[in-house]
């Protein structure tokens, strides 16, 4: 079992700065997939930033450059650096853990935060 804690969020203007950041408590977080969700009202959730247990790393496009996704084992946290924000970034910003087993039987263990607000506005 993973417990996930986002903190972080905020107002802040257009061209401006947030990070992210999610605190797991439970075991084994080194070896979780972690990533940054967010969903904007009306839409549906879409992947913002992954991280691997190997430190790999992908963006959605309209992120590239802008956001960076980083984890530190030693302490159970994965963080979001968000710079030059723009309005459309604005969503509630969520933070997963997922990890796939395959043995003895496939299985895929999910956690979800509760989520925290981004609003980019002047």
């Known amino acids: 079992q993973v417990q996930l804690v986002e903190s972080g969020g905020g107002l802040v203007q257009p061209g401006g700065s947030l990070r992210l950041s999610c605190a797991a408590s439970?075991?084994?977080?080194?070896?979780?997939?972690m990533g940054w969700y967010r969903q904007a009202p009306g839409k549906q959730r879409e992947l913002v930033a992954a991280?691997?247990?190997?430190?790999?790393?992908n963006y959605r496009d309209s992120v590239k450059g802008r956001f960076t996704i980083s984890r530190d084992n030693a302490k159970n946290t994965v963080y979001l650096q968000m710079n030059s924000l723009k309005p459309e970034d604005t969503a509630v910003y969520y933070c997963?853990?997922?990890?796939?087993?395959?043995?003895?039987?496939?299985?895929?263990?999910?956690?979800w935060g509760q989520g925290t607000q981004v609003t980019v506005s002047s």
């Open positions: 997963n853990a997922n990890r796939v087993v395959l043995t003895p039987h496939p299985f895929e263990y999910d956690y």
């Open positions: 439970g075991s084994s977080f080194s070896i979780y997939r």
């Open positions: 991280v691997t247990s190997s430190s790999s790393t």
